[in-house]
């Protein structure tokens, strides 16, 4: 078993979820929406000795990682191969809620650098991008058959990549003549397409179009909102939810929904009598969201980017509570 991947904002999610007070001293139930390699569920049971832990992720590669690495703890701990949307989704009601729920958003070093699957152009390999790779349409289907303007528009949401015409254009040029299956091909197209002052910059200029592919093929945005809301509910009451963001459209979307969920009201002005119950469903416990420390970014560096919000539940919200968060 070898470990590639650091967990992000580890001391910081143990000090914010942490299961304190009489309430939890003997029991306390924890779910990992996205376990990765296990490494924040690791610590969790490590700290908290009455802490049983629930781990979901839908890649089962990685998570046989994770059962070696968790084996230690035996009968705490618990695994869910499957996404966290549809977990949350099909949650059966009578079975027991969670006092703690953590999302940690981010793709996980070993899909970089072990899997194999193209998610970086550090390495020629077969363009796939599929967290699931028993289900759903890969990179390679998409770079070589999505419409230009299709492709352009979905490299620029995603990313905010202001080249992305010209990268667009350059794929469907270059597709017309020779299929395009490899990160190191689509790298080099990507990189011929964009200005010769742009190809030096502190970021390879392929580093957003890769980005904007992988939460293209997994959905990575277009199910958080729903998944949120879900997870949130099912969460028991006084509990809290944590979530680890690592770009902008993602911290969008929770800091909407987290937002929503700590309003009074969130009825249209247009409604004459309230609707959604005029009391908060959660207080924010991070009122600004939680960064990495100048130590922890030179010895990790994927959490330059993380961000980390919390909430507490006070009462279960309704769809209404949805007004306003996007999603993608």
Request: charged fraction near 25%.
């Amino acid at each position: 078993m070898q470990i590639v991947h650091t967990p992000v904002l580890l001391n910081e999610c143990l000090s914010y979820l942490s299961p304190i007070g009489e309430k939890y001293e003997h029991d306390t139930f924890m779910i990992d929406s996205t376990l990765g390699e296990g490494g924040h569920s690791f610590n969790f049971l490590q700290k908290y000795p009455a802490l049983h832990v629930l781990g979901v992720d839908a890649d089962s590669v990685i998570q046989k990682t994770a059962r070696e690495r968790l084996a230690l703890f035996e009968d705490r701990m618990s695994f869910y191969n499957g996404w966290f949307y549809d977990f949350y989704k099909n949650y059966p009601m009578d079975k027991r809620h969670p006092d703690l729920i953590l999302f940690d958003l981010g793709i996980s070093v070993f899909h970089y650098e072990k899997s194999g699957r193209g998610f970086s152009f550090r390495y020629d390999e077969k363009l796939d991008m599929r967290l699931d790779t028993s289900t759903g349409i890969t990179a390679e289907d998409i770079i070589n058959s999505m419409p230009e303007q299709e492709l352009a528009d979905m490299i620029y949401l995603y990313s905010d990549e202001k080249y992305s015409r010209r990268i667009a254009a350059s794929i469907v040029k270059s597709r017309k003549t020779a299929h395009i299956c490899s990160t190191k091909s689509l790298a080099d197209i990507i990189y011929n397409a964009v200005p010769s002052s742009y190809r030096h910059g502190q970021i390879h200029p392929a580093t957003r179009t890769f980005q904007a592919l992988r939460i293209r093929v997994n959905g990575e945005l277009r199910y958080l909102p729903e998944s949120l809301h879900n997870a949130f509910n099912i969460l028991s009451d006084d509990g809290k939810m944590g979530v680890i963001t690592f770009h902008s459209l993602e911290d969008r979307i929770v800091k909407n929904y987290f937002r929503n969920l700590g309003k009074q009201c969130v009825c249209s002005k247009e409604i004459p009598t309230c609707i959604c119950g005029g009391t908060p469903c959660a207080q924010i416990i991070t009122r600004k969201p939680i960064t990495a420390t100048e130590q922890e970014i030179a010895q990790n560096s994927p959490s330059r980017s993380a961000k980390l919000r919390v909430i507490r539940k006070i009462r279960n919200a309704g769809q209404e509570r949805l007004i306003g968060v996007e999603s993608m």
